[in-house]
């Protein structure tokens, strides 16, 4: 799949509805469609990278922009815990592959 076909890619250049939720000059993050949790948010880069295998050295700074940007989303909304999950790979989940950074809350959330 090219980068232009790349869903992730449509919505951070709003080509494709979703619900942003979050958005600076690095990172924009939007509800889930189809919530495992009674909040479920991806955060993503604007930049196209596909997973966290591909993150290089250089990119040090946007990752924890990631992580940076959940952290304020969840103050905002006043959350008192949540989960942060990235999925790397096919056999680790990911399935689209635009990284992302599901934040999750709002019930207790086990992982598998
Ligand atoms: P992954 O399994 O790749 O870590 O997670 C991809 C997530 O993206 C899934 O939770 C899925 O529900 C969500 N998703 C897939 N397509 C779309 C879409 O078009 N819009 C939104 N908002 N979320 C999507
Ligand atoms: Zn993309």
Redesign the pocket.
């Known amino acids: 799949m090219s980068i232009n076909d790349c869903?992730?890619c449509k919505?951070a250049k709003k080509e494709?509805p979703?619900?942003i939720i979050y958005e600076d000059e690095k990172v924009v993050a939007?509800?889930?469609?189809?919530?495992?949790a009674p909040i479920?948010i991806?955060v993503i880069p604007k930049k196209h990278i596909e997973s966290i295998k591909n993150l290089e050295q250089k990119d040090e700074e946007l990752a924890s922009s990631l992580i940076l940007a959940a952290k304020k989303i969840a103050e905002q909304k006043g959350l008192s815990g949540y989960k942060l999950?990235?999925?790397v790979g096919k056999d680790?989940?990911?399935?689209?592959?635009h990284l992302?950074l599901?934040l999750l809350a709002g019930k207790p959330i086990k992982l598998p």
């Open positions: 869903i992730f919505i494709m979703a619900k939007f509800n889930d469609i189809n919530p495992k479920h991806l999950v990235f999925n680790g989940g990911q399935i689209i592959n992302h599901h």
